[in-house]
């Protein structure tokens, strides 16, 4: 069974860049599949970031498109978040998630979540 | 970008049938959107529940099910328990790789 967990910085300082990693267990990343983020304001609802494909193509929130980067590390099975220029209004937990893309579209898989603060 | 509506709250009573709605603020929500339902209860990661319009994921009872109604996406659970008592998130595709939520809807069961 494939398990996710965020883990990264719970305090960044505004304008500075938010970094997370997601470390997958239980299916490897580049075996298929997409992965990506989700992000929850405290209080609000769901918003979908960004997603990609081993070896293939990332899709982006277009309002984020900017200011966020992907990555990931196939020795360690994992992969990583960057979003740049944060402010408060970036202040959320941030889930990390597997993806099916297009036909069947769903995240199938989520991890606990983790929660950063943006502060001024 | 899209905006995708849902009621922000409704009630029903335990035993009862109730219908949540997914919308598209121009246009119509159709199976090409591939939409999705996922449940949250506060301080937990969401689960999906429905998916491909109407197709349930693993471990989920058939007392939820998924249809399109109209122009929306419909999440109904027939017979509700008061462990349905959360939130209930849509997701629709809108192509090019862009996944869209909902605002959300809080469903209580009382």
């Known amino acids: 069974q494939v398990k996710l967990q965020e883990s990264g910085p719970g305090l960044v300082k505004a304008s500075e860049t938010l970094s997370l990693t997601c470390v997958v267990s239980?299916?490897?990343?580049?075996?298929?599949?997409?992965w990506g983020w989700v992000r929850q304001p405290p209080g609000k609802g769901l918003e979908w970031i960004v997603s990609?494909?081993?070896?293939?193509?990332?899709y982006y929130n277009p309002s984020l498109k900017s200011r966020v980067t992907v990555s990931e590390d196939t020795s360690k099975n994992h992969f990583s978040l960057n979003l740049t220029s944060v402010t408060a209004a970036d202040t959320a937990v941030y889930f990390c998630?597997?993806?099916?893309?297009?036909?069947?579209?769903?995240?199938?898989?989520w991890g606990q979540g983790a929660l950063v603060s943006v502060s001024s | 970008q899209a905006v995708v509506t849902q009621e922000p709250s409704v009630s029903v009573s335990p035993g009862g049938t109730v219908t949540l709605t997914c919308g598209l603020s121009?246009?119509?929500?159709?199976?090409?959107?591939?939409p999705s339902w996922c449940q949250q209860t506060p301080g937990q990661a969401p689960r999906t529940l429905i998916y491909?319009?109407?197709t349930r994921s693993s471990g989920v009872p058939d007392r939820f099910s998924g249809s399109i109604l109209g122009n929306t996406a419909a999440l109904t659970i027939t017979g509700a328990l008061e462990d349905d008592d959360s939130y209930y998130y849509c997701?629709?595709?809108?192509?090019?790789?862009?996944?869209?939520f909902g605002g959300g809807t809080r469903l209580t069961v009382l």
């Open positions: 998630v597997r993806q099916r893309v297009g036909s069947g579209n769903r995240f199938d898989s």
């Open positions: 121009s246009g119509s929500v159709s199976t090409t959107n591939y």
């Open positions: 491909n319009t109407n």
């Open positions: 990609f494909y081993h070896s293939g193509g990332t």
């Open positions: 997701v629709l595709y809108m192509g090019s790789g862009i996944s869209v």
């Open positions: 239980g299916y490897s990343i580049s075996r298929g599949y997409h």
